[in-house]
């Protein structure tokens, strides 16, 4: 089977109050048509329909301090509980205790291991590789993850051939940010349906989003709004256009902070966990409560051990 992983950065199930969280102001029509009708809120879990479930989970693990991104998308990766292991909740980047867990334990090199196909499809522009082989940047958890089981990231070619997608979605931060004037663009809907078709070349993929963290510490309502509707215009062509019976589709967070626009912090809010596709799939995370829970279910589904 087929199964995308799509990591949103920093998004947990708040309060109904468009005065602080952008999910209940920004018009997200596809996605609430999926939901009945409702907001990705916290009132809107848990949901189940004849394609998606929704369900809330524990980003907190049982140690005090609010979640981070470090520890919170290492414990998505391997399906262990980092933070009690360690006692405490570290981000933003890995540092060595945590990094350990990172190397031989996750899911992208258990994948590796049984021979599946296996991809992260974001594309790193040249700065990005000049900043983490001059030292000058760390590798947060996930392509360090990529890059432990020996994966390698996709770079500009790769985005300019087709083969990779920019971190924005529609790849306009290229142009506006990078400097690439020449760079393709997609309109979100399109952008949904290339996201679509690179995660069919694959038995395991991923896609990391992190402007919703960024946009949260900023606290910055506009800017998350305006993420918010774009999110939903890709959501419509990844779900629409693409046949999630044959495969799986798997949105997660490893914290909350988008949602709460009041604090510049992470909170303590329940994450969510957004899966589109076969009923059957869906139901093998029935018992999931955590973020701990999420890596195994993968490992069994695409039938690989850690």
């Known amino acids: 089977m087929n199964l995308l992983f799509l990591f949103l950065d920093g998004i947990g199930l708040g309060e109904d109050d468009p005065e602080i969280n952008p999910?209940?102001?920004?018009?997200?029509?596809?996605?609430?048509?999926?939901?009945?009708?409702?907001?990705?809120?916290?009132?809107?879990?848990?949901?189940?329909?004849?394609?998606?479930?929704?369900?809330?989970?524990?980003?907190?693990?049982?140690?005090?301090?609010?979640?981070?991104?470090a520890t919170g998308q290492a414990v998505l990766l391997t399906g262990i509980n980092i933070p009690a292991e360690l006692g405490y909740h570290y981000g933003p980047k890995p540092n060595p205790e945590v990094a350990k867990y990172l190397d031989g334990q996750t899911i992208f090199s258990s994948a590796a291991r049984a021979g599946k196909k296996t991809a992260l499809l974001n594309a790193y522009p040249p700065r990005y590789f000049?900043?983490?082989?001059?030292?000058?940047?760390?590798?947060?958890?996930?392509?360090?993850?990529?890059?432990?089981?020996?994966?390698?990231?996709?770079?500009?070619?790769?985005?300019?051939?087709?083969?990779?997608?920019?971190?924005?979605f529609t790849g306009e931060g290229w142009r506006t940010f990078l400097g690439f004037p020449d760079a393709p663009v997609f309109n979100p809907e399109r952008a949904g349906e290339k996201l679509g078709e690179l995660a069919g070349n694959y038995d395991l993929s991923f896609f990391e989003y992190w402007a919703s963290d960024y946009a949260g510490h900023k606290q910055d309502m506009d800017w998350a709004v305006k993420q918010l509707e774009v999110f939903d215009g890709v959501l419509k062509g990844l779900v629409g256009k693409s046949d999630w019976q044959s495969a799986l589709l798997l949105i997660a967070s490893d914290h909350g902070n988008m949602e709460d626009l009041?604090?510049?912090?992470?909170?303590?809010?329940?994450?969510?966990l957004l899966l589109f596709g076969d009923k059957t799939k869906r139901d093998a995370f029935a018992d999931v409560s955590d973020l701990a829970g999420v890596a195994p279910v993968i490992n069994n589904l695409l039938s690989i051990a850690m």
Not at 48 to 59: M, V
Not at 155 to 162: I, L, N, P, S, V
Not at 262 to 272: D, E, F
């Open 130 to 168: 000049d900043g983490i082989d001059s030292g000058k940047r760390l590798y947060s958890s996930i392509p360090l993850a990529l890059t432990n089981a020996g994966i390698p990231l996709f770079t500009e070619k790769d985005y300019y051939a087709g083969a990779a997608l920019s971190a924005d």
């Open 262 to 272: 009041g604090t510049r912090k992470h909170t303590s809010a329940q994450t969510p």
């Open 23 to 69: 999910f209940a102001r920004a018009e997200m029509p596809y996605l609430e048509s999926l939901l009945g009708g409702k907001k990705l809120t916290k009132s809107a879990a848990p949901f189940e329909s004849d394609l998606l479930t929704l369900k809330a989970i524990d980003p907190n693990l049982g140690v005090k301090g609010l979640p981070q991104s």
